[in-house]
T-cell receptor, first 114, second 114 residues
């Protein structure tokens, strides 16, 4: 069974607007960590932002923020004031505390239109 | 800061051939990972290692062997390349198996089997 699901295959938005990418996860653990990564056209994968399950406050880094809805097992990535260089594939991932594996979603391709 | 190096960048093999991919990191991270990414798909875990000489199978370990002889290096062997196989193999590392950290990725090795 898929532990991390990203239902949006691709999204297009106009530059300088806000976009939200969805991600839902499955876990029986009470403690886990959620991550978002960005893969550029060159193939490079970079870490963007993380949410720890025990934290109620949504994480924010630069123009990235998270919408963590624990009862819905959902961790949305919000990008505000999108730029052309935000065009990439975005992956959601989860790691359960005490385990070393990361589970990745299949990714959402974002295109920012000038 | 640090860097993850993967060699070779491109690997062309023949059906049935044994192929080895190498990964080096200078972060001094404990845990290292090998993932496979097929075109348009997410990342699937092949093997990971939480310390030197440790090996843990991921969901996709069949058809692969791994080796962690030093803390800084992690090798992956495709035991018998499949005809027309085409994928990117990504190496990653993280600081500690139990830590609330993230993964850092290498640039990938692109495999093509003729």
């Amino acid at each position: 069974a898929q532990k991390v699901t990203q239902t949006q295959t691709s999204i297009s938005v106009m530059e300088k607007t806000t976009v939200t990418m969805d991600c839902v996860y499955e876990t029986q653990d009470s403690s886990y960590f959620l991550f978002w990564y960005k893969q550029t056209a060159s193939g490079e994968i970079v870490f963007l932002i993380r949410q720890d399950s025990y934290k109620k406050e949504n994480a924010t880094v630069g123009h990235y923020s998270l919408n963590f809805q624990k009862p819905k097992s959902s961790i949305g990535l919000i990008i505000t004031a999108t730029q052309i260089e935000d065009s990439a594939v975005y992956f959601c991932a989860m790691r359960e505390a005490g385990y070393q594996n990361f589970y990745f979603g299949k990714g959402t391709s974002l295109t920012v239109i000038p | 800061g640090g860097i993850i190096t993967q060699t070779p960048k491109f690997l062309i093999g023949q059906e049935g051939q044994k192929l080895t991919l190498k990964c080096q990191q200078n972060f001094n991270h404990d845990t290292m990972y090998w993932y496979r990414q097929d075109s348009g798909k997410g990342l699937r875990l092949i093997y990971y290692s939480i310390t030197e000489n440790d090996l843990q199978k991921g969901d996709l370990s069949e058809g692969y062997d791994a080796s962690r002889e030093k803390k800084s290096s992690f090798s992956l062997t495709v035991t018998s390349a499949q005809k027309n196989e085409m994928a990117v193999f990504l190496c990653a590392s993280s600081i500690w198996w139990g830590a609330q950290d993230t993964q850092y990725f290498g640039p990938g090795t692109r495999l093509l089997v003729l």
